[in-house]
């Protein structure tokens, strides 16, 4: 790990978040993506607001640490989350993935299932369960040989489940009653 990627995670921990990815581009673009750790009582999601604090802080430890970047760019890892570290399987046990493995196995390396860890005694590493339309099958694997992993989105498409919104024109202008549609 360099010392530019040390700051970053310490920075990024320090502050309270997860620390999911950097990417640094030949035009000078330093991109860290964060997430909320496991259990975070301020919510689930990565705000706006998250984004900012973390940069603001990135932007006077890289100064410090004598880090050249052109442009710094911090975002939540999106919906399609990718798992890196054993602990972000451990963390999303459960859930659905889209695995992509290294090598093939019997002429695949894509899947979509969900992620279970290994039962005991089954050895080290993780399981996915997927379909392969005739039957569940389970493929157990280790880390070593995911070239990625990411969660598969779940979109609510039925939209927000808040009070209705009043139009403007259910709403009465100041100084006018109304009575039946009428104006009096």
Known sequence: MTSWQGAVERTVTGLGYELVDTERT???LLRVYIDRVAGDPNGEFIVVEDCEKVTRQLQHVLEVENCSYTRLE???PGLDRPLKKPADFARFAGEQIDLTLKLAFQGRKKYSGTLQARPEGEGEGWRIVFNDGKTDQALDFSLDEVREARLV????????????VQSPAD???PGQEVDGGRER
Do not use: E, I, Q, W
């Open 171 to 173: 709403t009465p202008v």
């Open 26 to 28: 030949g035009g000078g």
């Open 74 to 76: 911090v975002s939540s």
């Open 153 to 164: 989105p779940v979109v609510d498409f039925k939209g927000r489940r808040f009070a209705p």
